[in-house]
């Protein structure tokens, strides 16, 4: 037990046991068998984090009076350029506390302070969690979009909006073929229409190094999909998903613009879908929303999903003090990548992501 896990246990009757995801299997054994968990929660995803960008884990266990209370993934995340932050988690949608004894969340999160204020963070961000810190108002809400697989494929499509109907159909009759796939190979093919699809929305790529690792750690260990739309050939859209127990996650999405009008998104996503109710999930996430994404909005809801809050939390560690909403300024005004190279917006994404969650 560390000098920290003394301090907050003869304090406050806390326990707080830090466990290696990368070497120690008892932390995916006491996540899997929980329904609230998510792929963000797993090892898997945090040694696609650590191996991309070696941000350090503090994965959790908190107990008060020895009985346990919650599990809570962290990563620090530290920078020459941003500073050193803790996050639950880096590029994660929602990966906030899974809890065992709620009525204790107070000092669970009076340990998570403390661990903050002990390593120095400018900040710490708890993505969603369902249960916020006392007193704490949210520093930025996304919206979240689910669907409930367990209806079955034939209530799902009744629950389809016309114009999604509409555009399966467009998108069959024009010869698209859409596969569900696993290897790196079309792990390669997503990341070429990846590139593409982030220089036009004005913003360079992640790294080649974080879909590789994804395709490594998670494709290839069964916990997610590919799904790619050709034309002949040639691939013009696809997506990843990602998946621990029965629940699903619409994690990336990418299309050539020049067969928008053939739908080929839509018919990725009902593919998919059917794909993961073939396959026994009950839900799948569409992955956070920006309020202000109107059009996204749209989109999911045309599936039938149901929308709720996302809540993030941000406590700032020179302030003591949990922050107030702030305007999501960063994805609604694209960087100036749109009129560069390939090469270059490849580049700028190894240069920058690093240094950002």
């Not at 898997?44 to 884990?57: E, I, K, M, Q, S």
């Not at 932050?85 to 107070?106: A, C």
């Not at 900040?123 to 704490?136: N, Q, V």
């Not at 929305?201 to 395709?215: E, K, N, T």
């Amino acid at each position: 037990m560390s000098e920290f896990h003394q301090l907050i246990g003869s304090k406050s009757g806390i326990t707080v046991e830090q466990i290696d995801p990368l070497t120690d299997t008892a932390w995916d054994a006491g996540i899997v068998t929980r329904d609230d968990h998510s792929i963000f929660h797993r090892s898997a995803w945090a040694r696609v984090l650590v191996n991309t960008y070696g941000h350090r884990p503090f994965y959790l266990r908190i107990s008060y009076d020895g009985a346990e209370c919650a599990l809570v993934p962290l990563m620090e995340v530290k920078s020459w350029l941003t500073g050193c932050r803790g996050v639950s988690l880096p590029f994660s949608d929602f990966s906030g506390p899974l809890w065992i004894r709620p009525e204790h969340s107070r000092s669970v999160y009076q340990a998570l302070l403390e661990l903050a204020s002990g390593r120095k963070w400018k900040h710490l961000e708890i993505r969603a969690g369902g249960i916020p810190p006392l007193g704490a108002a949210s520093f930025r809400t996304y919206q979240s979009h689910q669907l409930d697989l367990g209806r079955g494929i034939k209530a799902i499509e009744k629950g389809l909006h016309p114009s999604v109907g509409r555009a399966i159909r467009k998108a069959e009759r024009g010869g698209i073929a859409v596969t569900v796939e696993r290897s790196a190979e079309a792990m390669n093919s997503f990341y070429e229409l990846h590139s593409r699809t982030r220089r036009r929305h004005g913003l360079p790529p992640q790294p080649v190094g974080f879909f590789r690792a994804i395709s490594k750690n998670l494709i290839e260990a069964d916990l997610g999909r590919i799904v790619l739309a050709k034309l002949g050939d040639v691939p013009i859209a696809g997506a990843v998903f990602l998946h621990s127990g029965g629940n699903a996650v619409y994690k990336y999405g990418a299309s050539d613009t020049a067969h928008w009008p053939m739908r080929p998104n839509h018919l990725i996503m009902w593919t998919a879908i059917r794909h993961l109710v073939e396959s026994g999930f009950k839900s799948l996430h569409f992955g956070r929303t920006a309020a202000t994404d109107e059009g996204l909005i749209r989109f999911k809801l045309s599936w039938g999903a149901v929308s709720e809050p996302l809540p993030y939390f941000r406590y700032n560690g020179s302030g003591h003090a949990w922050l107030t909403e702030k305007p999501q300024s960063d994805e609604s005004r694209p960087m100036p990548f749109r009129h560069l190279p390939l090469i270059i917006n490849r580049l700028a994404g190894r240069l920058i992501y690093p240094h950002l969650d």
